[in-house]
Nanobody, 123 residues
Framework: QVQLVESGGGLVQAGDSLRLSCAHS????????VGWFRQAPGKEREFVAA????????YYADSMEGRFAISRDNARNTVYLQMNSLKPEDTAVYYC????????????????WGKGTSVTVSS
């Protein structure tokens, strides 16, 4: 059974940075894409970024590129989301997810979800 465990969330001020981590157990990420989604209070869950495990090719939602960076550590079976220049509108619960491909993740076809880590950005 696959488990995805997010960490690294917290309360920060606008302009600060955070790095979220997604560690998994039970199965390698090999052959899959791993991504991040977020859900702000009162809003639908939205795609943030994804990375293909084999090649490490990254993809971003248009509004995220430039401030956010996704990366992976094969040895640790961990995916990271570096978030810079955080804004109050980045406040959300951030979820890690795996899918068969990047396009599947972008379309919301997720195989496994983590439980999420909360990020709050104060102004």
């Amino acid at each position: 059974q696959v488990q995805l465990v997010e960490s690294g969330g917290g309360l920060v001020q606008a302009g600060d940075s955070l790095r979220l981590s997604c560690a998994h157990s039970g199965r390698t990420f090999s052959g899959y894409a791993v991504g991040w989604f977020r859900q702000a209070p009162g809003k639908e869950r939205e795609f943030v970024a994804a990375i293909t495990w084999s090649r490490g090719t990254s993809y971003y939602a248009d509004s995220m590129e430039g401030r956010f960076a996704i990366s992976r550590d094969n040895a640790r079976n961990t995916v990271y989301l570096q978030m810079n220049s955080l804004k109050p509108e980045d406040t959300a619960v951030y979820y890690c997810a795996t899918g068969s491909s990047r396009s599947d993740l972008q379309a919301g076809r997720v195989l496994y979800w983590g439980k999420g880590t909360s990020v709050t950005v104060s102004s």
